[in-house]
Every structure is written in C-alpha cells, then in structure tokens.
C-alpha cells in the first residue's frame, strides 16, 4: 500500500461508548493523519467536529448523518462505518455526493457467524427450555424432542456477504442442501460455495432452515412479511441476527403464535431493547438475544483493526477492503492496492 497522503483530516464522530485504543491513534498519526475524535450527539455537533474531515468514522450505530448532515460536510470523500450495517448511513445521499462508504464486515463474520450457528442448534434441541424445565425439577427426555435433525436438511441463506458464507463453510459437514437468495451475488460465485441460486420464495417454501444476512435498505425492509412467512415449512426454523426491520416484527409474532413456522432465533428487533410488553417474551418458540452476535472473545480489537485498514486505504487513495457502494463515482479517484 502506498503511503497516506499527509494531513488527511480523520474524523471520528461516534464511539459507541469505547475509548479509541493508543495503537489506533500512534498508527494513524505515525502515517501523517490527523485523528480528530468526539462523540458527537447532535448533527450540528457532527458538522462542526468534521466540517474540515475528508473522512468520517462512525465506530457505532449514530443516525446523525442522516438529515441533510452530509451538506454541511464540504470536504467529505468517504464514510467509515466500523461493522457491517450501513442503515445508519445515508448511502444513496453518499454515493450521489462521490462519497465512498467503507464498513468492516469481514472483523465480525467470525462472531456473527458462530452466534448464528448457536442460536440455531441450542432451538433444534430446545436447549434454553430443558434447561429451566431440569432446574426447576422436571426431568422428562420426552419434552425435549428435537424440531428437526440437523443432518441432511435443507438450509436457506437471504444474503450471500461474509458472515453467511462462514456458516455455510463451518456447517459444511452436515452435507446439507444450500440455497441462496442473493441477486447482487453471481451465479458463478454461489456454486463455487456449494450452493444454489434460488429465488426468495424458493429459498422460504424449501428450507427447514433459513438465515437472514441481507442489510438494513428500503428494499429490504419487512422483505420477510405475511405471505413471505406463510410459504415457509411449519417446522421451519428462522433465524435473524441481520437487522430488526427486515422483518415485519408484528406479523412474525403472530406466525410464531399459530404455528405457520416451528420456530424463530433474533437476535435483532425493529425497537432496541425489546419493548417489555413484547409478545416474544411470553413465546416458548423462539430465542432471543441483545443483539450481541458481534461479539467476540477478542473484544474490541478486530473491529479497530479492520477500521484502521479501511482508513489507511483511504488516507492513501484505495478502495478500502469493503464498499458498500462500489457503484460510486467517487470524489477523488481511487485506485485498488498494489
């Protein structure tokens, strides 16, 4: 990689809560940048922190960009979101601007995907239920028959990015059947995965399984509703650790109350935390987590490290390792690492 340009404005905007590590800061500012860090919790404390930034850093899930904020941003030529949503970033805006957006899928897909794999096995085999039933004195085998073996069935993937090509690739020795809907992913690259092209409702009326992994767009938003749920196996198992509004929340209780599916695994919702008056809690049929899927063993640090490359990339007038909006055309040429 070439070397950053020097005096490239770096503007961290949203921390989520976490200190920048020294590293970080010795890394960027040993290249010649010039890290600039605030939690900003207005949009007018956003544009005066980044108004000089050539690149902004959003570390967490801060909306602030959204609302005509990239306007009052001049010199902006790329977004930074450590992560793999972008919904918190007004891309379409972005990208009619000549602003690159950059996230960081590949530092979680890791986590994510274990954390899929999980939720998956521990609701086939009711793990979370025996559990409370054996504590509270309840020792019968017989309550605790499997949904579905996991063997030999038929997986659904919505979305082909990172993280749902890791749990193909570490469920691979169940030989199961992998269909996947994905229409920005080639048909080429699928099947050399082992999987197959489906259409979206192919994927929902064949899978005993089906996994979410598309983003958070205006396309996919509640893009699993009513007659989406309705096609789907009654011993199919869903399971959502994308993004909340993917799904119409609302109609998913009610298909999850009359039984259209066997059992659903979120670990994302449309309100965060979970409202307390939430169906879902009083639902035997489904597990829920924080949205804690990202989490790792290693904290923080892939997430950093990913971030860092991204802005280096940057700094030097690459693309970064992922774009979200490779279609772009961006302010200031870009070029692909030598």
């Known amino acids: 990689m070439n070397q950053p340009a020097r005096g490239v404005i770096v503007a961290v905007c949203d921390l989520d809560g976490h200190p920048v590590p020294d590293w970080v800061t010795q890394t960027l500012t040993q290249a010649g940048i010039d890290l600039r860090v605030r939690q900003c919790t207005t949009q007018d404390e956003l544009a005066e922190h980044a108004r000089d930034a050539e690149i902004v850093w959003l570390f967490g899930g801060s909306r602030l960009l959204h609302g005509g904020t990239l306007a009052k941003l001049p010199n902006c030529r790329a977004i930074v979101r450590t992560g793999s949503g972008t919904d918190n970033v007004p891309v379409d805006e972005a990208t009619e601007r000549g602003i690159v957006v950059a996230n960081t899928p590949a530092a979680l897909s890791d986590a994510v995907s274990d954390h899929v794999i999980a939720l ?135 298909a999850l109350q009359e039984k259209w599916i066997a059992a659903a695994c979120l670990d994302a919702f449309e309100q965060e935390p979970l409202p307390v008056d939430s169906p879902l809690f009083r639902l035997e049929n489904v597990i829920l987590a924080p949205h804690s899927a990202s989490q790792t063993a290693e904290g923080m640090e892939p997430r950093w490290r990913a971030s860092v490359d991204a802005v280096l990339a940057l700094a030097s007038h690459h693309w970064p390792p992922s774009c979200v909006n490779r279609q772009v055309q961006p302010v200031q040429p870009l070029t692909l690492p030598s």
């Open 120 to 254: 998956l096995f521990a609701m086939v085999r009711h793990v979370p239920r025996m559990d409370r039933l054996v504590r509270s004195g309840v020792f019968d085998q017989n309550l605790g028959r499997p949904i579905n073996l996991i063997q030999g069935r038929t997986f659904g993937l919505v979305g082909f990015g990172h993280i749902a090509r890791a749990v193909l690739r570490k469920l691979r020795g169940f030989e199961m059947t992998w269909l996947v809907y994905d229409p920005y992913v080639s048909e080429s690259t699928l099947v050399a995965h082992g999987a197959r092209p489906a259409a979206l409702d192919e994927v929902l009326s064949e899978s005993d399984f089906v996994s979410l992994h598309c983003p958070l767009t205006p396309q996919t938003r509640h893009l699993i509703g009513e007659r989406e749920l309705r096609l789907m196996k009654p011993e199919a198992v869903l399971v959502n650790a994308a993004r909340g509004a993917v799904v119409d929340e609302p109609v998913l209780i009610r």
